[in-house]
C-alpha cells in the first residue's frame, strides 16, 4: 500500500497530534513527524539519561541513539500495544542501559551500610513520572512554561518572577493556576 | 525557597477536588524538579538524511529498505551501488550503514588480491567529531562487533578513509561503526552505525 503525506494533514501535525500518530508517520519515513517527537522528547529523554547515567556525555550519547531508534524502529510500533510515551520510554530506557552497560570503570565498593537511596524499583517510578511531568511540561503555551520554571525552580519569589517577566504580580497567579490545570489535565492518570 | 501551595497558587473559585488535582501537580513539580537543558547542539532536531516515502508491500519490506538505504548511502556519496571504479580500486560490493538519520556511512570493497589483502574504502558522513576518542569499523559475529576493520577519526561533516583487511568480505557480511571513548567506553566501543 503506497504511504503518502496529504498535504491536508500538515496543520494537524500540531500540537494535537498523538504521540502514536507521530511514530507511525516516523515509521512511514515522514521526517516531519519525527523533528516533531525530537522536539517534544528530546527534554525528557536527555533529562532521563542524566538522571540514570550523570554524565552529560553520556547522556547526550544516549540521547542521539534514542532517536536513531526511533527512527530505525518507529515501524514497529503497533498502538494496539499501547500509547506512544510508554513505547519512547521503552527505547530510551534501553539506549540508557546500553551506555550502562559500556562503561569501563568498575562497579563501586559494596558499602557496608544499606543505602538509603531509593531502590529500583523507586528509581523506575521516580523516573516516570518524571518523564510524564517534563513530558507535559512540553505542552503548554511558552508563557505558561516560563513561569512555571521560574517559579518552581528559582529562587524567586513571585514578586521576583513578575519583575523577572516585566509582567504584573496577579498575572504570575493567573498563568501559574492555568499552568497546573493544563498539566493536571495532561498527566490524567498520574495524579492518584 | 519553600513553595507552599496556598501561597502559591489562587484557589479562590476552585473545588476542593480541583484544588486537590492542582496541589498534586503543585507537589509533582517540586518532587521531580527542573527538566535537564539540552546542549546548544542537540536542541535541533537531526536531519533525517534520505527521509522519504518508499512504497513497498510490507512482506517485502525488509529488502526494498535494504536496498533503499543502500542506495540512498551509495548516491549520498556519489558512488553506486552496482560494481565500479573508485581511486583505481575495482568495485565488487557497496555495504551502506546507517545511525543516527543523519549520519550514513558507504563502504566501497575491492577485489581481494592473490594473498587475500581485500582494499575497502569508507566514506562517513555526519558522525560527530570528538577529541577524546575514535571510531571503529567491525565486522559483526554473533551480534557483536568482533573482526577490526580500521580505526578513524572524523576531520569533518565527511570522512573518507582507504584500507585493507586480510580476509575476503562474503556478500550479506554484517558490518557496524563504533566509537571507543578513553576512558569512558571500552573497546570494541559502543555501536553508532550498523549495515543495512
Given amino acids: 500500500m503506497e504511504y503518502a503525506v496529504p498535504s491536508v494533514d500538515v496543520p494537524r501535525m500540531g500540537a494535537v497530534c498523538s504521540d502514536a500518530e507521530l511514530i507511525q508517520r516516523t515509521g512511514a519515513g515522514d521526517k516531519t513527524a519525527f523533528e516533531k517527537l525530537y522536539r517534544r522528547y528530546a527534554r525528557p529523554v536527555f533529562g532521563l539519561a542524566l538522571r540514570r547515567l550523570g554524565d552529560r556525555g553520556r547522556a547526550e550519547d544516549a540521547l542521539q541513539e534514542t532517536f536513531a531508534s526511533v527512527w530505525r524502529s518507529a515501524r514497529t510500533y503497533s498502538p494496539e500495544r499501547g500509547p506512544g510515551a510508554p513505547w519512547l520510554y521503552g527505547v530510551a530506557r534501553n539506549a540508557i542501559v546500553d551506555r550502562t552497560r559500556a562503561r569501563s570503570e568498575p562497579p563501586a565498593d559494596v558499602p557496608d551500610e544499606p543505602s538509603l537511596d531509593a531502590g529500583p524499583e523507586e528509581r523506575a517510578e521516580g523516573s516516570w513520572t518524571a518523564w510524564r511531568v517534563h513530558r507535559a511540561l512540553e505542552t503548554l503555551p511558552e508563557r505558561e512554561r516560563e513561569v512555571i520554571a521560574l517559579a518552581y525552580w528559582s529562587d524567586l519569589s513571585q514578586s521576583e518572577v513578575a519583575e523577572r517577566l516585566g509582567i504584573p504580580l496577579g498575572t504570575v497567579k493567573t498563568r501559574t493556576r492555568a499552568a497546573l490545570a493544563h498539566l493536571a489535565e495532561a498527566l490524567e492518570g498520574e495524579l492518584e | ?196
Fill in chain 2, 1 to 196: 525557597m519553600t513553595r507552599p501551595f496556598r501561597e502559591w497558587v489562587d484557589t479562590d473559585g476552585l473545588s476542593a477536588e480541583e484544588v486537590a488535582r492542582l496541589e498534586r501537580v503543585h507537589e509533582l513539580l517540586l518532587e521531580v524538579g527542573p527538566p535537564a537543558e539540552l546542549p546548544p547542539r542537540l536542541a535541533q532536531p537531526p536531519a533525517p538524511a534520505g527521509a522519504r516515502v518508499i512504497p513497498f508491500p510490507a512482506r517485502h519490506r525488509g529488502v526494498v529498505a535494504l536496498v533503499a538505504a543502500a542506495a540512498v548511502a551509495a548516491a549520498a556519496f556519489g558512488g553506486g551501488y552496482a560494481a565500479g571504479t573508485s581511486h583505481g580500486m575495482h568495485v565488487t560490493q557497496v555495504v551502506a550503514l546507517q545511525g543516527a538519520p543523519a549520519q550514513l556511512a558507504s563502504l566501497r570493497v575491492g577485489s581481494s588480491d592473490a594473498a587475500g589483502n581485500t582494499p575497502m574504502e569508507l566514506t562517513v558522513k555526519g558522525l560527530p567529531m570528538r577529541e577524546h576518542g575514535y571510531y571503529e569499523l567491525f565486522v559483526i559475529e554473533k551480534g557483536k562487533p568482533s573482526y577490526p576493520c580500521t580505526g578513524f577519526r572524523m576531520t569533518g561533516s565527511q570522512t573518507t578513509v582507504r584500507f585493507t583487511v586480510p580476509y575476503e568480505l562474503r556478500p550479506g557480511t554484517q558490518l557496524a561503526v563504533t566509537f571507543v571513548q578513553r576512558g569512558k567506553v571500552k573497546w570494541p566501543g559502543r555501536i553508532v552505525m550498523r549495515s543495512v
